[in-house]
């Protein structure tokens, strides 16, 4: 069985979506290379640059650290901005 919870989630699910042909820039996902430093998970200097692309989705642990890079739409117009819908997938517990 599986839930979808808003917070403490094991898998983060980011769903894109924006029109096609993409009137933006930007928007690339980052996410970082984990390491254990002095009992803390953090960021390492390496990432995996993941594109924007319309009606997809990604899944990765939810304590990966990650970042969003800013989105530029010339055109000011809501519907030319890049979209998301954000999830957390969670085991159930029995």
């Known amino acids: 069985m599986i839930k979808i919870l808003y917070r403490g989630g094991q898998l983060f699910t980011p769903i894109l979506s924006n029109q096609e042909p993409k009137a933006f820039s930007g928007g690339e996902l980052l996410l970082y290379n984990s390491k254990i430093e002095n009992n ?21 642990l939810s304590r990966c650290m990650h970042e969003v890079l800013p989105v530029n739409c010339k055109s000011k117009a809501f519907a030319d901005s890049r979209f998301t819908i954000n999830g957390w997938v969670r085991r159930a517990i029995n």
């Open 40 to 60: 803390l998970y953090v960021n390492a200097e390496s990432f995996t640059k993941i594109e924007p692309r319309n009606n997809s989705i990604v899944f990765f």
